[in-house]
């Protein structure tokens, strides 16, 4: 019997570290959206920049009204921003916001997962931090 929870859970740090390889090779990443069924199969669509969010979001729920999914991952160039109280994500000091690279996993069953890697600008290049998990599965 396949364990969907755990599978989606594996998947998704699976993907995030796909996504820093891309990233680190490419300094920068597309936005995409992975559709996992039942069975584990894996369906995707890569976003280009500066598409708009109307159509963005229209064809996400598109797919996912075709497809059924168990659930979701989405990866993209993200800015955080510090809440109060809470420490920032990432070694900058001070900072009040941060760009990373996100990998949101979110099933049907409710459970999720966020991953973020802090990006920072060292000799003219991109870089990344050790991951950070933002949103720990339930």
Not at 79 to 93: A, D, F, N, Q, R
Request: glycine share 8%.
């Amino acid at each position: 019997m396949w364990n969907k929870a755990a599978s989606m859970r594996a998947l998704a740090h699976w993907m995030n570290e796909i996504a820093r390889a891309s990233f680190l090779s490419d300094q920068g990443h597309p936005e995409m959206f992975f559709f996992i069924t039942d069975r584990g199969e894996l369906t995707g669509c890569q976003f280009r920049e500066g598409l708009d969010s109307v159509v963005k979001n229209a064809t996400i729920q598109q797919e996912s009204a075709r497809i059924q999914p168990y659930g979701t991952i989405h990866t993209r160039v993200v800015t955080v921003y510090k809440l109060p109280g809470e420490p920032m994500v990432g070694s900058e000091p001070g900072a009040e916001e941060r760009p990373c690279l996100l990998v949101r996993m979110e099933s049907r069953k409710g459970g999720s997962l966020a991953l973020a890697s802090p990006i920072l600008q060292t000799d003219g290049r991109l870089a990344l931090e050790q991951t950070v998990v933002l949103q720990a599965p339930i």
